[in-house]
């Protein structure tokens, strides 16, 4: 009987429902199918009446009134071809609502311009002709947009200690600040104090303090701490809080010490995220360590510490066992966020739950894997040599293993992928692969079928919501393909995030070219509607961590 119960609860909707939730508009967007057709997409919102329609209107060349272009209001889909339009012309498009027969105009807008033929991206001229090396996305203004937080230039100091992984810095980060038309708001100067690499700048772009307006967090320092070998080994750290729209420090308190670490390897490795420890409103997660010692910190929206907590003493035992991300989703069903922070998991109140003694993962997924079973499931890949379940399925509420691959791995690395690549097999299929003295590769269905032990697609594809099927396409060497390999689209530039953030229920994949923010956004025509993923808890969650860390492409969660 009490198994019975615990399941029941556990296949309830697992986010809260009196959480804050941020304000987004429709996300119109435009790309052209031809230089005679123009592709419009937008947003279904979670609070959109069950019977809404839409009504898609034009202006041309930004002159004149809106005319509207839909000759019936679209109930099926939330895209419209717009095929009335001339050559070489630009036009604004919006998108009304109707609901319980009134028409009422919606937040949101894009422009496109005819000349290019069939062009699925709309891009950004950036002040500096610079290539980025993360993207944090958030609403800066509260017009329900979402705007740009860029972090450039692209180079990765690693602080590992073997000859050939650290690099002198070249010149330090900058944060700059980009509206949802492309306009520059500002720059932030991280500063001689801040590494250019991945652990030792995280950013966070999200409403914490819940005004309306996505502020922007990051470790900071001060002056130039530099050795003469350009090692930052001293120094005071902080933690800022930077104005929305002007991109000042509103507040400043001190990071996590270095005290604890053995060395500069080990305490050179920095997180910052976000997560709904109370299950209505957004804190503050600061983290330092993943090979060693591990200290957490977690914050409200004062920057006030809510608790702390650290591997060491009776913790003893999480040691090491730390990932290059962390993931955040409610694992227990009592409405709040717990962390995952690498093969081992914290309550909302700081008090682990559970560890699987797997070791230091560099791939991991919180998704519903096994429908069948209640609640959510991980799925990782284990940089730490093991002798079994180096690629291996758990259970998210007890980090029970529920199948993993047998034989030894040694170094199962980069950021996997999962994603319902092929109808052929029904679900989720799991992939990941070696270096660093491993050369297998993995393909797994859901349930833990092995279907390939090939290198199908390197080390860290993307997978992404592209056409109009169900099935994810592929992201691999700058091409997005089929299960089967057949091309859909090549892209250009580095792929900086895959994620919901405009148009219909499809993923847009972001790219950085030198000078050039490209935003790609499907031109295909669905006949599906469905409520954008970026009002998905899990999903979003995962979208603002793009700015930390590895990257791990954002899955949809219950609700």
Not at 68 to 83: H, K
Not at 86 to 100: E, K, L, Q, W
Not at 252 to 262: H, K, V
Not at 277 to 291: E, I
């Amino acid at each position: 009987m009490i198994r019975l119960m615990l399941a029941t609860v556990l296949s309830l909707p697992l986010c809260c429902p009196a959480q804050v939730r941020e304000k987004i508009d429709r996300g119109v967007v435009a790309t052209t199918l031809s230089e005679k057709a123009v592709y419009v997409g937008w947003r279904l919102l979670r609070d959109d009446p069950a019977g809404v329609a839409f009504h898609v209107y034009r202006q041309d060349l930004g002159l004149g009134d809106y005319e509207r272009v839909t000759p019936v209001p679209v109930t099926a889909s939330t895209n419209f071809l717009d095929e009335t339009v001339r050559p070489g012309h630009g036009y604004h498009y919006r998108v009304t609502m109707i609901a319980g027969g009134v028409e009422t105009a919606t937040p949101g807008e894009a422009y496109v311009f005819t000349l290019d033929g069939n062009q699925p991206w709309v891009a950004f001229k950036l002040r500096d002709n610079v290539t980025l090396k993360r993207i944090g996305i958030g609403d800066l203004d509260g017009d329900g947009a979402y705007d740009f937080v860029l972090q450039h230039p692209d180079f990765n100091v690693d602080p590992y200690h073997r000859p050939g992984y650290w690099k002198r810095s070249p010149e330090p980060y900058k944060l700059d600040a980009y509206s949802a038309k492309g306009k520059f708001l500002w720059r932030h100067d991280m500063g001689w104090s801040i590494e250019t690499g991945t652990w030792y700048s995280p950013y966070m772009v999200f409403d914490v303090d819940q005004d309306g307006k996505a502020e922007v967090y990051a470790k900071a320092g001060e002056g130039d701490p530099r050795e003469p070998d350009g090692h930052v080994l001293g120094g005071p750290e902080y933690l800022i809080k930077l104005d929305p729209q002007t991109g000042a420090i509103r507040q400043q308190r001190a990071w996590i010490s270095r005290d604890g670490f053995e060395s500069y390897n080990y305490w050179c490795r920095n997180f910052l995220t976000v997560a709904y420890l109370d299950g209505r409103n957004p804190s503050l997660v600061m983290q330092r360590g993943t090979y060693t010692v591990i200290k957490t910190e977690a914050m409200n929206r004062d920057l006030r510490p809510i608790w702390k907590w650290e591997s060491v003493g009776a913790d003893a035992k999480y040691r090491g066992q730390g990932g290059h991300a962390i993931m955040k989703a409610d694992i227990d069903a009592d409405g709040r966020d717990e962390l995952v922070l690498g093969t081992f998991a914290l309550d909302d109140t700081g008090t682990p739950l559970w560890h699987t003694g797997l070791g230091h993962n560099d791939a991991g997924y919180i998704v519903d894997l096994l429908p069948e079973r209640p609640g959510y499931e991980i799925f990782y890949g284990i940089e730490s040599r093991s002798p079994r379940n180096g690629v291996c399925v758990v259970d998210a509420r007890t980090g029970e293993i529920i199948w993993g691959y047998e034989g030894r791995t040694y170094h199962v690395h980069g950021q996997a992928m999962i994603g319902d690549l092929t109808a052929e097999h029904p679900g989720i299929e799991l992939y990941a692969g070696e270096a660093k003295g491993g050369d297998q590769f993995f393909l797994y269905t859901a349930g833990g079928k092995r279907l390939s032990d090939r290198n199908l697609w390197g080390l860290s594809p993307r997978a992404v919501w592209w056409d109009a099927d169900e099935q994810k396409e592929i992201c691999h060497q700058n091409k997005v393909i089929e299960f089967d390999g057949s091309v859909k689209l090549e892209i250009e530039g580095k792929i900086l995030i895959v994620a919901d953030i405009l148009g219909d229920w499809r993923e847009e994949i972001v790219t950085s070219l030198p000078g050039e923010l490209r935003i790609y956004s499907t031109n295909i025509p669905s006949d599906e509607r469905k409520v954008c993923r970026m009002q998905n808890h899990l999903y979003r969650m995962a979208v603002a961590d793009s700015t930390m860390g590895y990257y791990n492409a954002p899955q949809v969660g219950f609700e």
